[in-house]
């Protein structure tokens, strides 16, 4: 499922491979990768792919869930696609309160101690769902985990969902994704290595080229 995942988001670019021209994230940091899962709802079959396999991960993670949230504005879809099949209830939550309204931070209902599932589409940092997590928390609900599609697998991440006690679940991962990408030859040998080196030091690999 990771490798069949992996391929089908390298085959529409919902993740572009840039080992020789990297990218630069909005944390300064140079990247071999970019990743936009917005894309994936433009396939319906992918669509449609996705949202089976994050309620079954779900369904196989979190067996107590009663409500779905969705981090806004990535993970809103792909909630709202999963909390449907599932028959729960939806909400999704923004990363700060709003400024005017009622300065609602999550949208729709939970109750206290309803036990939520956090979907996104991606993990970098964790910072985003970190932050939806308290908030949740903040209200009165009993947080999972989080199921994402998928995750850069970033130390500083792992540190961060660890330190947060936040349990993450994705359907692929960067592992499944560069080996995918090699394999069907988006990627050659040598773009495979540099993509393995950030993997590992994704602050200073650009040194060791």
Not at 19 to 33: A, E, K, N, R, V
Request: charged share 20%.
């Amino acid at each position: 499922m990771k490798q069949a995942i992996a391929e089908e988001l390298l085959k529409i670019k919902a993740v572009s491979l840039q080992p020789d021209d990297p990218f630069t994230w909005s944390s300064g940091i140079l990247s071999p990768i970019y990743c936009d899962n917005r894309l994936t709802l433009s396939y319906p079959s992918l669509r449609q792919s996705i949202a089976n396999e994050l309620q079954t991960l779900i369904e196989k993670q979190y067996p107590d869930v009663e409500v779905v949230a969705g981090t806004a504005t990535a993970g809103i879809p792909h909630a709202a696609l999963v909390a449907d099949k599932m028959n729960v209830p939806m909400i999704y939550v923004r990363g700060s309160s709003k400024s005017h309204g009622k300065g609602n931070q999550i949208e729709g209902v939970v109750k206290e101690n309803q036990k939520v599932v956090i979907v996104e589409d991606l993990i970098s940092t964790g910072g985003s769902v970190i932050g939806v997590q308290k908030a949740l928390q903040q209200a009165g609900a009993d947080v999972l985990g989080t199921a994402a599609i998928f995750t850069y697998g970033l130390e500083r991440g792992k540190e961060n969902l660890q330190a947060a006690n936040l349990k993450t679940e994705t359907l692929t991962d960067y592992e499944a994704l560069i080996q995918a990408a090699l394999s069907k030859n988006f990627v050659t040998t040598e773009q495979y290595e540099r993509l393995e080196m950030w993997k590992k030091d994704p602050e200073n690999w650009l040194q060791a080229l």
